[in-house]
Nanobody, 123 residues
Framework: QVQLVESGGGLVQAGGSLRLSCAAS????????MGWFRRAPGKEREFVAGINRSGDRTGYADSVKGRFTISRDNAKGTVYLQMNSLKPEDTAVYYC????????????????WGQGTQVTVSS
């Protein structure tokens, strides 16, 4: 498995931006497709964005499409989530995860998870 560590969360006003990073160590990073998920208070964990191994396929939840961008740097072993035009409903703990699937939006397909980073958007 690969070990994942997220960073970049924090408190931001509505309309602001944050960039989350997820650094991987252990197995070869480029062997994994990556995803970002989030869990808001009192809600189930949900898919946010995904990217395949080479980075040429990405996908987004409808709620973040056009505002969030996922990218990866295989040389640095890092995946990013650029979050713009943040809304209070984006408040959640954000997790990055790795899967050996080509690409997936299903959390059950991911077998390595980070510890999460808190994102809080104030109105």
């Amino acid at each position: 498995q690969v070990q994942l560590v997220e960073s970049g969360g924090g408190l931001v006003q509505a309309g602001g931006s944050l960039r989350l990073s997820c650094a991987a160590s252990g197995r070869t990073f480029s062997s994994y497709a990556m995803g970002w998920f989030r869990r808001a208070p009192g809600k189930e964990r949900e898919f946010v964005a995904g990217i395949n191994r080479s980075g040429d396929r990405t996908g987004y939840a409808d709620s973040v499409k056009g505002r969030f961008t996922i990218s990866r740097d295989n040389a640095k072993g890092t995946v990013y989530l650029q979050m713009n035009s943040l809304k209070p409903e984006d408040t959640a703990v954000y997790y990055c995860a790795a899967t050996t699937y080509y690409y997936s939006i299903a959390d059950v397909h991911y077998n390595s998870w980070g510890q999460g980073t808190q994102v809080t958007v104030s109105s």
